[in-house]
């Protein structure tokens, strides 16, 4: 019998093409999303040496990271966007690939669009120039992130040249609250391991509790594999991944549909396979999570405080640090601390689930006085797909701005940020200092606490709102 | 790419953990294409509440204007992929990290710049910081590659340990696509198999039936 192995060996070893001279393996790109902030660099590159797209029909471009999201936008809305969208569509032209433009119906954020359109399948590999490249592991694809370099690479010759990343398994066992979800998973895996623990490794989430969830909420948990140092997180493919999947537009069709099933069904890891790591989270009693500094490891429960000045020299000067940009006093419960602004969004959170769910807790109800609240959904097929169920109503009634698709706040690329010292109750996957704006505090969150937070103008519980 | 075959320079000591590629290279308030790196080099950090810059902090002592080498703590480069962050490191004169740890991405896009990754396990990293801080800019460090060694004041060489791989993909400047571009035969033959085996990856066709109304 052959040796039984992980997923992410079957699909290293699938697309294995070669090995280099510097011994990294060279791994084929299955689908190469761009996105506007880097592949104008990567485009100028190939002009200069006047090098050409190996695949451009396995290419896409995504206008996303600095488009506007004002109704009626245009390239201009953010000046600052402008030039990065031309250059964007000039390079995508010059080498025919398709471009997800601004009025594009599919335009949207690249790891949201992917998988709707079924551009991604499982056993697929799928390179984006941006970290979060990560978020397709929820179908069973190896997503990786890289650098301008890399992506220059990819456009050339259709590989990524690699080590073979480790194998960590991450079991999560248990039942989840209604009112708790994927994100706040994440948020407790990093809570308990850390920011750094997956570096080298590619992570696989397994688990009764993985099993439970939706392929959406699967993609928000391999969103942030990344910022657990990791730059794949996978769940294996089941019965509902396909479900998902089948007749999505670019899904393979008819026999080669039933082809690719029988594929599919081979790619979870075999029983036995040994993972270089395995850790083991009990789900059950998770209460919904949020970020209260400025490292995702510095999260807990909404009912807990923020902690108190302890540990040792270098925790305590990273705790005070974290504490002094956060506005925040040692041993400070988070509940009912006041807050200036909502943003509900982002490639980990702005699927039509996440705003189904949300819009389930706001409607009928308003944001606090003095709240700024945000919903922008993740892709322009998500915000349609919304407006048709009337949840954009629901969120503009509750006082919410109603934006199009793209990243907006979560990184302010696009000019949406906050004010110095304002507090964001945030479903994005970063609470960098200045991230979303200079001297913005961030608190990351699910979409549940979020919207209970809108309404509620302080951090709220979202299993206390009915 | 510039063959990297040793250094020797200013070793800045910058003694954090988990410094991200958003503090190293914050996103500009005023986006371009063409940044000016050397002033994006941890832009936010540098300056004071008024924006001027805090003549107090480390990058910004006249001892350290000019450095060669980042000494750091764990998991240096978290955060997003932007190449820039190595960029804006080099743009000072960068060429050297010397870090407990360093973030998967951010390692491989130093590789891609012919700047040199090295990871110190801490107690070796402990005394090294304390060599680098008491030198305090005055005092030159060598890192050479071909001996994988790093040398300097305050004690003897220290040894650090790469990949003979990656080492001599430094040493000898080696072209990524270049290296890569060798192997186009290679390229060629596994889409000839995966066009017979999965040809649903082979092309990304949208199925006539679901084209999007205009
Ligand atoms: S939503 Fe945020 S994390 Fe996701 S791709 Fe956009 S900027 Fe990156």
């Not at chain 2, 290296?179 to 649903?200: C, D, F, G, Q, V």
Request: glycine content about 10%.
């Amino acid at each position: 019998m052959n040796k039984p192995q992980t997923m992410l060996d079957k699909l290293w070893d699938a697309h294995f093409v070669a090995r280099r001279l510097d011994g990294r393996d060279m791994i084929y790109v299955d689908r190469h999303v761009l996105h506007e902030l880097h592949a104008p660099h990567a485009f100028e590159q190939l002009e200069k040496s006047n090098r050409g797209v190996r695949r451009a029909d396995l290419t896409f471009s995504m206008q996303d990271h600095t488009v506007s999201t004002k109704p009626g936008r245009t390239q201009s809305t953010n000046p600052d966007g402008e030039q990065f969208q031309v250059a964007m569509r000039e390079g995508s032209l010059c080498h025919e690939i398709r471009l997800f433009d601004l009025g594009d119906p599919e335009q949207g954020i690249s790891h949201v669009v992917a998988p709707e359109l079924g551009l991604v399948l499982p056993g697929a590999t799928h390179a984006v120039p941006d970290s979060h490249a990560c978020t397709v592991g929820g179908l069973g694809a190896l997503g990786i992130g890289c650098g301008t370099s890399e992506l220059e690479h990819i456009l050339i010759t259709q590989t990524l040249a690699m080590k073979r990343p480790k194998s960590m398994r991450i079991t999560l066992e248990g039942k989840l609250h209604p009112r708790v979800s994927a994100k706040d998973l994440s948020l407790r895996i990093l809570a308990l391991f850390g920011s750094s623990f997956g570096r080298g490794y590619a992570i696989e989430f397994a688990g009764d509790a993985v099993r439970a969830l939706s392929i959406e909420a699967r993609l928000t948990l391999c969103n942030l594999a990344i910022e657990m140092g990791s730059r794949s997180g996978l769940v294996a493919p089941d019965e509902q991944t396909f479900a998902y999947l089948k007749g999505r537009p670019y899904a393979p069709q008819g026999a080669e549909w039933e082809a690719a099933l029988a594929q599919w069904r081979l790619l979870p890891s075999d029983e036995g396979a040994t993972f270089d790591k395995e850790l083991h989270v009990d789900c059950n009693d998770l209460a919904p999570q949020i970020t209260w500094g400025t490292d995702l490891s510095q999260t807990i429960s909404v009912t807990d405080a923020v902690p108190r000045l302890d540990g040792d020299a270098e925790a305590l000067t990273k705790k005070q640090r974290s504490l002094a940009y956060m506005g925040l006093d040692p041993g400070q419960p988070i509940l009912g601390l006041k807050v200036d602004r909502v943003f509900i969004g982002s490639c980990t959170n702005a699927r039509i689930s996440d705003l189904r769910t949300a819009a389930a807790i706001l409607r009928g109800k308003h944001v606090a006085a003095g709240v700024t609240a945000m919903a922008v959904p993740g892709s322009t097929s998500v915000k349609r797909m919304a407006e048709a169920e009337g949840l954009d109503q629901i969120f503009k009634d509750a006082g919410f701005f109603w934006g199009e698709s793209g990243c907006s706040m979560c990184a302010g690329g696009n000019g949406d940020r906050g004010r110095p010292q304002e507090r964001i109750v945030s479903t994005t996957n970063r609470n960098f200092e200045g991230r979303q704006g200079k001297g913005v505090r961030t608190h990351l969150s699910g979409v549940e606490v979020a919207a209970a937070s809108a309404i509620a103008g302080v951090i709220a519980d979202p299993r206390a709102i009915d | 790419m510039q063959p990297f075959t040793s250094i020797t320079g200013v070793a800045v000591p910058f003694p954090q953990n988990d410094v991200n590629t958003d503090q190293i290279a914050p996103v500009p308030t005023q986006r371009s294409l063409k940044p000016d790196y050397k002033a994006l080099f941890f832009h936010r950090a540098r300056r004071s509440a008024d924006d001027g810059l805090d003549p107090s902090h480390v990058l910004n002592l006249p001892q350290y204007a000019t450095p060669s080498i980042f000494v750091t703590g764990h998991n240096f480069g978290c955060g997003s992929s932007r190449e820039g962050a190595v960029w804006t490191m080099m743009a000072v004169g960068i060429s050297c990290i010397v870090a407990r740890s360093i973030a998967d991405l951010y390692r491989e896009n130093c590789l891609q710049n012919g700047v040199l990754p090295i990871e110190l396990p801490d107690p070796v990293a402990d005394a090294f910081d304390k060599r680098v801080v008491e030198a305090n800019g005055g005092a030159p460090f060598t890192v050479n590659l071909e001996t994988r060694t790093i040398s300097g004041p305050g004690g003897p060489d220290i040894a650090f340990e790469i990949s003979d791989a990656d080492r001599t993909r430094l040493l000898e400047g080696l072209d990524d696509i270049g290296m890569s571009l060798k192997h186009a035969n290679e390229i060629a033959a596994w889409e000839t198999r995966a066009r017979a085996a999965s040809p649903w990856l082979q092309r990304a066709l949208r199925a006539p039936e679901t084209e999007p109304a205009k």
